[in-house]
């Protein structure tokens, strides 16, 4: 069965800290992905990996890093968090070829204070 | 600039009525759209899919359609359940492109 999972289902943290979401999937996929969805806006990618150590960026990078050292883990860094991070933050991952289907994490809700 | 729109927000249905959500389009170069549903606190799942060669696909209950002219497509479901009830995302790809658009979804809400 497939599975992505994430690090953690809630999170405080304070204004300036570093914070690190992880997720990992055991379906042996080429591609990760990360989103964040806010109301109003629905998923919007932060970054996605296509191989390990590769990334490319997507439509709302800013303030956010990721590092992918390995095909099944991928995560994402917020280096000072900010109240504009506050959101619910989801991993996803896909085949590389064809017409692949995204597999989504539970999330990770996220709270800046 | 919002490539995949879901203009309604919410939508209310009767159990065992059909629902329909909608979907609108900008580029016209997506030539594969994806339907997934999500309940509150858990990850969106994918629901159904339909490449641009087609016009419908069924599965059980639930069925695309899609009209290219218009950039359109929709989602019925019938007959709706209560446990039908969840956020609904429509998303629209190319061919072997990691970029997968996203609209706002719409919340379907079946009445008992």
């Known amino acids: 069965d497939v599975k992505v999972t994430q690090s953690s289902r809630y999170l405080v943290k304070r204004t300036g800290e570093k914070v690190f979401l992880e997720c990992v999937q055991d379906?042996?996929?080429?591609?990760m992905f990360w989103y964040r969805q806010d109301p109003g806006l629905g998923l919007r990618l932060i970054y996605f990996?296509?191989?390990?150590?590769?990334?490319e960026k997507g439509d709302i990078p800013e303030g956010y890093s990721v590092s992918r050292e390995k095909k099944e883990r991928f995560s994402l860094i917020l280096e000072s968090a900010s109240t504009n991070q506050t959101s619910m933050y989801l991993c996803?991952?896909?085949?590389?070829?064809?017409?692949?289907?995204?597999?989504f994490g539970p999330g990770t809700r996220l709270t800046v204070l | 600039d919002q490539q995949v729109k879901q203009n309604s927000p919410s939508l209310s249905v009767q159990e065992g009525r059909i629902s329909i959500l909608n979907c609108d389009y900008t580029n016209s170069m997506f030539d594969y759209f994806l339907w997934y549903k999500k309940y509150p606190a858990e990850g969106p799942t994918f629901l159904i899919s339909?490449?641009?060669?087609?016009d419908k696909n069924e599965d059980g209950r639930f069925t695309v359609f899609l009209n290219k002219s218009a950039k359109h497509l929709s989602l019925h479901i019938v007959p709706s359940q209560p446990g039908d009830s969840a956020v609904y995302f429509c998303a629209a790809s190319l061919y072997n492109n990691n970029d997968m658009r996203f609209g706002a979804g719409t919340r379907l809400t079946v009445k008992p």
């Open positions: 339909i490449s641009s060669i087609k």
């Open positions: 990996s296509y191989d390990v150590k590769m990334k």
């Open positions: 996803a991952s896909s085949l590389t070829s064809g017409r692949y289907t995204q597999y």
């Open positions: 379906m042996d996929h080429e591609n």
